[in-house]
């Protein structure tokens, strides 16, 4: 299967409300018969502000061959950051060199492309003017006070965006291939915005829940196939703790080199289910309660004195 990005230039936009991406997407890096792999599992919850919710959201999609797009938060503004980089990565061949500064351009012009769509409703005139005059034509506090809103705005969404890129020989894998994980994540430090991942990655509001998962299982990037689908399936399980992310409905997709991605099976999917049976953690039954004995040798005097200090 060619994976080729949507076509975006014959859809027509429209005001819609805010659909929050409540969510949970996951991303991880494996390897499989001495060729890298790359797993990928989402859910398919989404929640329109004042509205409800549903289990209707396919959450990916692609910004260049062979490279999917997994997205959460305002689902409405990641469709417009996918956009600018499926037009940005059209003609980049992406390296291990180059990877990382190609994926910042595109979330840079975004946010560009917010501060000046701001400014403009707010003022009536675009960005880069009012930087270059905007201390001459307005009182100083005023300045300082818009410069400050718009250092607080933010992408409003969250991607992983997944693939493999050309490397030197070294390690296992014979291909001269190397996954990448690179996630777009913002936030009112503007750190890290764009940054790539060696072994895992996880965004939306399960994303925490996911990772602590993750660390749990020592997932990292020489781990087998089978194994990081089973761990990526359990912190998906893990994440559903969290409010607002979908629980019945998850896509769970293994890339592969040369354009060629699988979703896993039914057989597959029972087969995660027999290995979380297994492995997963139990519920405690109430015959369970009683081993749960408090003695009193089990605490001792609270101290305040600074000998134990």
């Known amino acids: 299967m060619t994976l080729r990005p949507r076509e975006y230039q014959n859809r027509r936009e429209r005001k819609r409300p805010q659909r929050k991406g409540m969510t949970v997407c996951i991303a991880a890096a494996c390897g499989h018969e001495d060729e890298p792999r790359i797993v990928l599992c989402h859910d398919w919850q989404q929640e329109i502000e ?7 959201r396919n959450k990916m999609d692609w910004v260049k061959d062979g490279w999917p797009v997994l997205e959460a938060d305002l689902l409405n503004r990641a469709e417009s950051l996918i956009r600018i980089y499926v037009d940005h990565l059209a003609n980049v061949d992406l390296t291990e ?3 990382f ?3 910042k351009v595109p979330a840079q012009q975004f946010k560009g492309i917010l501060a000046d769509d701001y400014i403009r409703q707010l003022l009536g005139i675009d960005y880069n ?3 270059q005059y905007g201390k001459e034509r307005f009182p100083a506090d005023f300045f300082r006070e818009k410069m400050n809103e718009v250092s607080q705005i933010t992408l409003g969404a969250s991607l992983i965006i997944a693939g493999f890129v050309p490397c030197k020989k070294i390690g296992p894998y014979s291909q001269g291939l190397s996954s990448t994980i690179c996630v777009v994540e913002d936030s009112l430090r503007h750190n890290d915005t764009v940054r790539i991942e060696t072994d895992f990655a996880a965004i939306g ?3 925490d829940a996911a990772i602590a998962a993750m660390f749990h299982r020592g997932q990292h990037w020489e781990r087998n196939l089978m194994y990081t689908i089973y761990s990526v399936f359990e ?8 409010p607002g992310v979908g629980p019945d409905i998850v896509s769970i997709d293994v890339l592969e080199p040369q354009n060629v991605i699988r979703s896993l099976s039914d057989a597959g999917y029972e087969y995660c289910e027999s290995l979380w049976t297994r ?3 139990r519920a405690m039954r109430e015959k369970h309660k009683a081993k749960f004995e408090m003695k009193d040798e ?3 005097p609270f101290s305040t004195t600074g000998d134990e200090w």
């Open 205 to 207: 509001s399960g994303s």
């Open 129 to 131: 003017y009012f930087l």
């Open 279 to 281: 492995f997963g953690p």
């Open 101 to 103: 500064s190609e994926m």
């Open 50 to 56: 004042g509205l409800g919710s549903s289990e209707t």
């Open 298 to 300: 089990y605490l001792e």
């Open 235 to 242: 912190a998906k399980r893990y994440a559903e703790g969290v």
């Open 97 to 99: 060199e180059n990877v």
